[in-house]
């Protein structure tokens, strides 16, 4: 593949916003998280763009840990199951 067939990641299209608390738009606002005073932001945005990438990171590992421990507790719940219930060989 060709170089001219690449695309730039960062700016090849535009996001659907928001993403965890952060959007572009024309106002002003403050910053939840960092407390800076930002511009150019969604009049409902609550976070900066890196505070908004770090609330999603942090999301993401929380549901991660998550997803592991429920997937734990199904494998115990499968081996209880296997015990209590009787063989039909
Ligand atoms: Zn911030």
Do not use: N
């Not at 959007?23 to 930002?38: D, I, N, R, S, T």
């Not at 942090?58 to 081996?79: G, Y």
């Amino acid at each position: 593949m060709a170089m001219k067939d690449y695309v730039d990641a960062f700016t090849h299209r535009k996001p659907k916003w928001p993403l965890a608390g952060y959007a572009p738009g024309g106002y002003l606002g403050k910053c939840y998280a960092c407390q800076v005073l930002m511009a150019d932001v969604d009049k409902r945005a609550v976070h900066c763009f890196p505070c908004a990438v770090e609330q999603a990171q942090s999301v993401m590992e929380k549901q991660r840990a998550m997803v592991r421990e429920l997937q734990e507790q199904i494998d115990k719940l499968k081996a209880v199951i296997q015990i209590v219930t009787p063989s039909c060989g």
